[in-house]
C-alpha cells in the first residue's frame, strides 16, 4: 500500500531547503521502495535545470502529482520500483547523458546529480 502524505507533511516537506529535500529523497524511497516520475503520451518528463536535460524525481505520488499544471496538464505520476530503478534507469538515464533533478519545487530544480550519484547515494542508504 502507498504511503499517503498528510497536508501538514507536504506543507513542512515543500519548505525544506534543496539539500534536505535530497536527503529526505533518499531515505524516504529507501524507505518506500519507490521513485515517482510524471509522463505523458510521449514518455517521461524533462526539465532543464544548470544547463542539464533532467528527469525530475519525487519521493511521493502527492509531491509529483502538485506539477500536474499547465504544460504538464496531460501528465501523470509513475512510480518506479527502487530495484527498476537501479537496474535499468541508472545506466538508460546515463546512456542519454540526462542528469536527475531531486525533489524539485516551485523555487528551482532541487538538487540536480548524475545517475550514478543517485545510485550510490540510495545503495549506501539501502545498505544501513
Known sequence: MEYQLSRDELTKLEQLAPEQRYE????????????????????????????????????????????????????????????????KWTSGLQGDELAIAVFPDAEGPGVVVTPSELEEALQAELSD
Not at 521513485?35 to 505520488?61: K, N, Q, T, Y
Open 24 to 87: 529526505y529523497f533518499v531515505h524516504a524511497v529507501a524507505d518506500l521502495d519507490t521513485i515517482w516520475i510524471l509522463v505523458d503520451d510521449e514518455g517521461f518528463v524533462l526539465v532543464s535545470a544548470e544547463d542539464e536535460r533532467c528527469i525530475p524525481v519525487w519521493p511521493h505520488a502527492e509531491l509529483a502529482e502538485s506539477w500536474i499544471d499547465g504544460e504538464w496538464s496531460e501528465c501523470q505520476a509513475q512510480s518506479i520500483p527502487v530495484a527498476t530503478w537501479l537496474e
